[in-house]
Structures are given as structure tokens and as C-alpha cells.
């Protein structure tokens, strides 16, 4: 994810990154991380709630990117291309940021309270962009529905690229969007979906 | 969710979500909902870690039903159709436990808490899942793909179901993997995805 803010703000995101993987999330008070930043516990505080928010800080850097993209599609583009297409806007945004979330990625993966975090944060995105398709004019159901089924395509392909160093971001995205089409596809020849009724959605 | 276990057990899991409607989650002590049950407390800590526990016991007995209904589904429906199927197998289940899980859900929505905790739980069903698809032959990263986005369909389709008590669950959950496939078809069409060079996955 990426970082936001000023020095002070930086300077404690890499302290307390550096503390995490040094001696696991669990044995770093917030206190450390604003020493080995050089600034006080009171500074520390001023920018973070606590020491989980050190590590997602960037989540809202990403969500005012992806909405900004999104709002810069064009109307008429169906909920899943556009979602793709705002995503695919955001990948300098995170090449731009690897150094720090293959790490960041490290320590949330080790520590169920984060991980318990990183889900709700990507829950509460899913929601925010379900909010923008509606504004664009998607309709409920299509429009939750679309925005979760892309962010799990975006997490999965984000995921895989934080783990090997060899793949690119945007061309993984495109996949990842052309295999969720691929899975898809049989539902429509298996009798398992309903037939004849049509969709509720617009096509 | 479905419950599980002996009268103890049950009565625990009704008197917790008694408690928590009445008071709310955070005003409830685990001691409180053992004299509510008329057992001990330390019969409580024999059936559940802590107080969160009690309101989500069932996710076992659903996650077994759900890995066993797909071990039934034949090994050449694609992973989606199969499991969609697996998903209608559970529906009964589901039904079955409406009383509960209605109000369930509705302590779950107001109290963050219990929402990452949820959350991690779907995470959680979603990996079982792939992996029982990997078990079936399905390669990476259809199988995780796939799980997740089918979990991610199965979510709604509960969520709108237990909102609305007019709905019927298994016309729900058909319509809303028909929903999936038609959002995901116009990606085909909009120059967004990567063609030419077909898709890792098989049909």
C-alpha cells in the first residue's frame, strides 16, 4: 500500500516496518517505534490511532485513487471493466511502493490481528466502491456485487505480485479479470444457474 | 450459521445472543451467559475460548457440510458450478437455522469486533475451499480464484437473504451466480483484458 504524509509521518511508517520484521509485531510498542523514528511518543500519536495504523496508513491513499479513476471512466464502460480500469490506474501507484508493502505484506501475514485488519479495510473498500458504481448508476444488486468480485480479482492478483519478484502488476491484473470471465463462463452451460428468467442485472 | 453440539452447548449459543440483543456484545461477560444457560462457567470455558466463540460455532459444521457436498459434485463440473452446487447441498441447513442466524447477523453488524471476526472466518472457508478444489485436479490460481469468488457470491446471496424474509435462499444464490457470469462477460468485450493469448485456465 502506499504511504502518505509528511517526514515525521514517513519516518514513523519505516520505523515501525523495520521494528515489525526485526522482532515481530507483537514485542514493539508504539513508544520504540517513535524513538527509532526520532520523534516523541506525543508525535507518534498526533499522526496514528495506535500501532496497527502505522502499516495501513496507505489504504486511504488507494481508495481516494481508485475512486478518482474510477470517476475519470467513462459512464458507459460496464461495472467490471471500469473496476479493472481503475485498478490497472493504480498499479504505478503501487510499483511506486513495493519496497515498502513486500515487507509490510510479510508482517500482516504473520499476525492475525492484522490480517483481521487488512480484511476489513479491504471489506470497507469493496463497500466504497459498491457506493461509486451506484453513482455512476449501477443498480443493487449489481453494483455490491461487481465491486467485491473485483476487489477479490485485485487482492488476488495483488497478492501473487508481492510474492514473485519476476511478475508485473498490470498484465497479472488483465489475467486475473480474464480468468475470473473463464470460471465464470460455465455457469451458463451446467443447468446449475436459472435458465430462461434472464438476469436482474443490465447487461 | 447452523449450531452444533449437546443441550449445554445449545443453550449457551441461545443465551449468549439472548444476552448480547438485550445488552450488547460489549456489556456481556461470559459468566453472565453461563447463569443465563444455568451452567457454570467453568462448563463455558469447556465449550468455547471466549464469548466471541459462541456466535460462531456453526461455522465448523458448515464448512465440513460444505467440503463434504463437494466432494460429492462430479470431478468434471468446473470449479464455480461445482461449487455453486455445493453451496444449494448446504441451503437446508441454512434454513434450518434462520431463527438464529437472523439475529446473529444482526449483533455481528454492530459490533466491529465481531465483524473482522467474521471476516477472518470467510478467509478462512475460502482457502478451505481451494484447497479442496486443488484436491479435485483444479490447478492454481483457478482454485483460489474460484473459491474466493464463489465465497464471495455465496456471502451476498446469504446477506440479502437473511435481510430479507421474503427472499428464498437457493433462487437467490442461482440468481446471483447468474448475476456473476453476466457481469464478468462484458470484460470479453472491452479491449481490457489481455486477448490473443486465451487464459491460464481451463474451460
Do not use: C
Not at 517505534?33 to 507518534?44: D, H, K, Q, S
Not at 496507505?58 to 478518482?68: P, Y
Request: glycine fraction near 6%; charge should be neutral; proline fraction near 7%.
Amino acid at each position: 500500500m502506499p504511504r502518505d504524509g509528511g517526514p515525521a509521518r514517513l519516518r514513523l511508517q519505516q520505523a515501525g516496518l523495520d521494528l515489525y520484521q526485526e522482532r515481530g509485531y507483537d514485542q514493539v510498542t508504539a513508544a520504540e517505534i517513535a524513538a527509532r523514528a526520532g520523534v516523541t511518543e506525543r508525535t507518534f500519536y498526533r499522526h496514528f490511532a495506535d500501532k496497527r495504523e502505522v502499516l495501513f496508513d496507505g489504504e486511504n491513499v488507494l481508495r481516494d485513487a481508485l475512486t478518482a479513476a474510477l470517476a475519470d471512466t467513462p459512464e458507459a464502460l460496464a461495472p467490471l471493466p471500469a473496476l479493472l480500469r481503475s485498478f490497472r490506474a493504480v498499479v504505478p501507484l503501487l510499483e511506486d511502493n513495493r519496497t515498502f508493502s513486500e515487507p509490510r505484506q510479510r508482517v500482516i501475514d504473520a499476525t492475525p490481528a492484522l490480517r483481521e485488519r487488512e480484511q476489513a479495510k479491504t471489506v470497507a473498500l469493496a463497500e466504497t466502491l459498491a457506493a461509486a458504481l451506484r453513482d455512476r448508476g449501477v443498480p443493487e444488486p449489481a453494483a455490491s456485487l461487481a465491486a467485491r468480485t473485483g476487489i477479490t480479482a485485485f487482492g488476488h492478483a495483488v497478492t501473487a505480485w508481492l510474492l514473485d519478484p519476476a511478475l508485473r502488476l498490470d498484465p497479472l491484473l488483465r489475467q486475473t479479470f480474464e480468468d475470473l470471465r473463464t470460471l465464470t463462463a460455465p455457469l451458463a452451460a451446467t443447468g446449475e444457474v436459472s435458465r430462461g428468467a434472464g438476469s436482474r442485472l443490465p447487461r
